[in-house]
């Protein structure tokens, strides 16, 4: 079963991109800085889903590239799966194109890796799981 796990929007100021969602009602749930993809984030829940605010940390860091090409707005979406490792292999096999087929670890702990926009329809897609299936 797949469900819509987050959507990752990029942002040049978390701070002021969080004082907008809290002025909806929606409460950051956990920040956390991830030294290997040079981000800092903040999770807010919204339902059973959750939106990921991801500010650069460096210049070389995806987030910041995305926000030169691009500038702020919808980086990713990330569907929860239930066996990451099953579903790599699954999707190589039908020919999918990968970021990395390398299985990593990530914000709260969720094994994820992203499959490339020209296998999806040109939307960057995040695979997640928790770190006990992987």
Known sequence: MFTIDHLGIAVNSLQEAKKF???????????????????????????????????????????????????????????HVDNLPAMVERMKKAGARFISEEIKIGAGGHAYVFVHPASTGGVLLELVSEPEKT
Do not use: N
Not at 32 to 39: G, L, Q
Not at 55 to 76: M, Q, V, W, Y
């Open 21 to 79: 969602y809290q002025s909806l009602g929606l409460e950051v749930h956990s920040e956390e800085v991830s030294v290997r993809e040079k981000v800092r984030l903040a999770m807010l829940p919204v339902g059973t889903s959750r939106i990921e605010l991801l500010e650069p940390t460096a210049e070389d860091s995806p987030i910041a590239k995305f926000l030169a090409k691009r500038g702020e707005g919808l980086h990713h979406v990330a569907l």
